[in-house]
Each structure stands twice: as C-alpha cells, then as structure tokens.
C-alpha cells in the first residue's frame, strides 16, 4: 500500500433540533464535499447517550439528523449515510483505542471540563471516555479528512495521537502484515495502518454564535428559542427571530476591524456570508454604513430564500419514515463491510485470534 485512499468522515449527534449553526459549520459543508471526496456521514447516536442516557424519542431524533442531511443535498447513493448503531465495530475499536489512549490525554479535553463542571467524580466514563470512540469513528474507515468545528479541533488532535500511537506501537507487524503505509514521524519512519487525520475548518461561518448573546456559541440547549434559527422554522419564524435578534446602535462598518468588539454586529455578518457564500468583507462592501433597520430585512430575506426550501423539505422526508429507516439501513450495512475489513486487519495487527 503507498497511500491512504482520500475519504472525509463526519457524524452530528442526534439531540435536540438541528440549526443554523449546525447547517452552516457541518451540514453545508458536508455537502460541498461530497463534490470533491468519497464520503461518510454518521448520525453518532451512542454518542448521544454520553450527555443524556435516558431519551424518549432517540430513534425519531436520528430520523430527523438524517432528513436534514437528505433535505440539505447529501446524496445517500453516492456516500455513505447511517447510525452509528448499527456498526458494532465503532464500540470494538473503541475499545482498543481506550487501550491505546492515557488518561492524561482525557482529563485535558477541555470539554470534558466544561461539560463535567465540578462534579467531575459523578460524571459517566462514556463523557470521559467518548473521545476514543470518536477516534473509532473516524479511523474505522480510515478517513483522512474530517469537517470539525473550532470547539472538535481539539478532539480531532486526540484521534491523531491515537493513530500515531499505534502505529508507532505496532509498526513492524504492520510492516509484516503487508498492510502499512510508510509515514514520517519525526526522524523515524514507521509503517502506519491508520492515516493522521486532516482537519477541514474554514469557511466565512464557521462558528455562529446567538442571536441573543453574540459571546455565546448558538445552542440546542439554549432555553430561548430566540436565541437560534432551527432548520424546521417556517418562513415566518426566520424573519421574526432575525428581525428580534440582538445588536447595537451603530450601524454596520465599512471594513471588517470595525467589527472588533461588537459580537452581534458580526455573528449577523458571519451569518449572511455564509448564506451566501462569500466573505464577511464582501459583505460589508455592500452593507457598510447602513443601519441595521436597513442589513436585518437583507439578511431576513436571504435566510429565507435558503433555509425554507430546506425546512420544507425535511419535514417531507420526516414524513416518510419506510424511507429514512431504509437509507439508514443500507448505509450501515455498506458501512459495516468497509468496517468489519478495517477490524479484521486490526486483530491481525494486534494478535486476537478470529475465524
């Protein structure tokens, strides 16, 4: 083998309604990619389970991650969409990558800290623990690009520690086995099974903060509804959210340093350049000196034209459970032979006898 077949890999949790902020750093992203790569797009449901083990409605949550990405242009036939779930192996290298892992490596994930708080003796091994399965998820396949977030780069730097870690531990009976690619790793040459994973961050939107609180990232969980767009709300709803947003007095400025220290003034540019699709520059070229009674209806209207088509859409692929359950299936059955090939080789590597 002489190198890693390119393959972007990304999974979204199903907790809570999807918005604004998970389509315009994930979703759209997801889909520009699949023009470029292969792709596999994961609804991560155990995942789910590290922040709430109890749900009364997991199953119709994962429908609804899976409607939004049919809805927003992910082509279930050409990539690779299903729930985690449905691949044991995503828990048995999992397992192996919690051997792999130090618990150093762990209690240093900031979000870990922030989602564990004080308490951190009463919180569950999974919230610990769930960066390893992470790891899993993206290894598995041996994807060698993942679309994150600025708050999973951190996350992502952990899976490349992980798959160098056993590559290096393992490096001369993957060399052995045939199945290695040699890779760099400071002075050493190794032979690596798993690829360092690439970041893919960027974008004019990349991080969407809310519509109340330009400090705060926009949130599921936020008790406000105000605070985020869902990519369930009618047309109606959009503008009226957009039109109550937060800002200040003075209007928007010509270039884009004058937005230093006004949160909200840029969050709203942020989100019209990335509706559409240009930079926050160009954006404020057009809006520069204009009162937000002026840019708010501008950014209304916009959001509008390219959100409610998408609204309109999952909520018609939500209708049809038979479909999303049969995409979901045939995902995972595809996804769980390119899995069960990467497992087989693994306990080679390692030594666990199988048939």
Same mark, same amino acid.
């Given at each position: 083998?002489?190198?890693? !077949? ?43 389970? &590290? ?14 991650? &899976? ?75 041996? =994807? ?9 780069? %951190? ?8 798959? %160098? ?51 705060? !990232? ?16 009618? =047309?109606? &709803? ?52 204009? %009162?937000?009674?002026?840019? !708010? ?8 034209? !390219?959100?409610?088509?998408? =609204? ?29 090939? &990467? ?13």
């Amino acid at each position: 083998m002489s190198a890693f !077949k390119p393959l972007v890999f990304s999974g979204v949790q199903p907790t809570g309604n999807l918005h604004l902020g998970n389509y315009l750093g994930a979703i759209k992203k997801f889909v520009a990619l699949q023009e470029q790569s292969d792709c596999i797009y994961c609804v991560v449901d155990m995942h789910s389970l &590290t922040a709430q083990l109890v749900h009364q409605d997991l199953g119709d949550q994962t429908r609804s991650i &899976t409607a939004a990405f049919l809805a927003s242009g992910i082509d279930p036939k050409k990539h690779i969409v299903f729930n985690q779930s449905r691949v044991i192996q995503h828990a048995e290298l999992a397992w192996i990558f919690n051997c792999v892992a130090r618990i150093g490596w762990m209690y240093r994930m900031t979000q870990f800290k922030d989602k564990a708080g004080k308490d951190r003796e009463n919180a569950s091994l999974g919230l610990l623990a769930y960066p390893s399965l992470m790891a899993a998820d993206i290894l598995l396949y041996r =994807a060698t690009h993942v679309p994150v977030g600025e708050d999973q780069k %951190q996350h992502l730097e952990l899976t490349r520690d992980i798959a %160098q870690k056993f590559n290096n531990d393992f490096s001369e009976k993957i060399a052995a086995l045939g199945v290695g690619v040699e890779m760099q790793v400071g002075e050493e040459t190794v032979n690596g099974y798993f690829p360092i994973t690439e970041p893919v961050i960027g974008g004019p939107a990349a991080r969407i903060m809310s519509l109340r609180d330009g400090s705060k !990232k926009m949130s599921k969980s936020d008790p406000s509804d105000l605070s985020r767009i869902n990519l369930t709300d009618d =047309a109606d &709803t959009i503008s009226k959210k957009i039109r109550k947003a937060k800002t200040d007095p003075e209007a928007l400025p010509s270039e884009i340093d004058g937005l230093e220290s006004r949160p909200e003034a840029e969050n709203l540019v942020g989100i019209y350049a990335g509706l559409a699709e240009i930079s926050k520059e160009d954006v404020l070229k057009e809006y520069g000196g204009q %009162q937000f009674s002026v840019f !708010k209806p501008a950014l209304a209207d916009l959001a509008v034209e !390219k959100l409610a088509p998408i =609204a309109s859409e999952m909520r018609r692929i939500e209708g049809d459970r038979a479909y999303v359950d049969a995409v979901l299936k045939d995902g995972g059955d595809r996804a769980r032979t390119i899995a069960e090939g &990467t497992m087989k080789t693994v306990r080679d590597i390692i030594g666990l006898l199988q048939d």
